[in-house]
């Protein structure tokens, strides 16, 4: 089956760090590039981190620039997300996508998994 | 950045009924749009990519339209599954892909 499937929230204090994961299955995981998006509670879709398929090219959103580091690792078929100095604002579902080819669209979701920034 | 916005905020239409969704961009994004379909605990659905091309799977009465700055996605007769969170996203400025704030279609 082509899923993606999340893991690794949860509740951190202010300040501290987590690493998400993203395990693929059913296609070939190194030709797509791949994004992490982010949901704040009542809010919409933020588009959070970018990296290529050999993950050599590696973009970030300038609220999450300096914090977080995306890697992948493609002989696992898994994508993740460090995340540091993690703030309040930082809380939200967190989705990993594949971008499509040869459209840009995201075509293929996680679940998501939730992260909470609270002392 | 390109700022995406949606109108309107809710949408309640019945079963059957058509519903029409708008989104507009701050500059022109060609026809690098895409919709997404979002119920609270599932995935985001992609639906239409290029503005107007449908993604694999999604049924005959979602359509898109538009180009430039405004856009519109159709769907023709409301079933229950299609009440949810749409999303437009424009991916022509990369890689900073922005979406728009969301239209809620809740059943009326």
């Known amino acids: 089956e082509v899923q993606l499937v999340e893991s690794g929230g949860g509740l951190v204090q202010p300040g501290g760090s987590l690493r998400l994961s993203c395990a693929a299955s059913?296609?070939?995981?190194?030709?797509?590039?791949m994004k992490w998006v982010r949901q704040a509670p009542g809010k919409g879709l933020e588009w959070v981190s970018h990296i290529s398929g050999s993950g050599s090219t590696i973009y970030y959103a300038d609220s999450v620039k300096g914090r977080f580091t995306i890697s992948r690792d493609n002989g696992k078929n898994s994508l993740y997300l460090q995340m540091n100095s993690l703030r309040a604002e930082d809380t939200a579902v967190y989705y990993c996508?594949?971008?499509?080819?040869?459209?840009?669209?995201?075509?293929?979701w996680g679940l998501g998994t939730m992260v909470t920034v609270s002392s | 950045e390109i700022v995406m916005t949606q109108s309107p905020a809710t949408l309640s239409v019945s079963p059957g009924e058509r519903a029409t969704l708008s989104c507009r961009a701050s500059q022109s994004v060609s026809s690098n749009l895409a919709w997404y379909h979002h119920k609270p605990g599932q995935a985001p659905r992609l639906l239409i990519y290029?503005?107007?091309t449908r993604a694999t799977g999604v049924p005959a009465r979602f359509s898109g339209s538009g180009s430039g700055t405004e856009f519109t996605l159709t769907i023709s007769s409301l079933q229950s599954e299609d009440f949810a969170v749409y999303y437009c996203?424009?991916?022509?400025?990369?890689?900073?892909?922005?979406f728009g704030p969301g239209t809620k279609l809740e059943i009326k």
């Open positions: 059913g296609f070939n995981f190194r030709s797509y590039e």
């Open positions: 996508a594949r971008v499509g080819a040869p459209h840009d669209a995201f075509d293929l």
């Open positions: 290029g503005a107007s």
């Open positions: 996203q424009q991916y022509n400025n990369w890689p900073l892909y922005t």
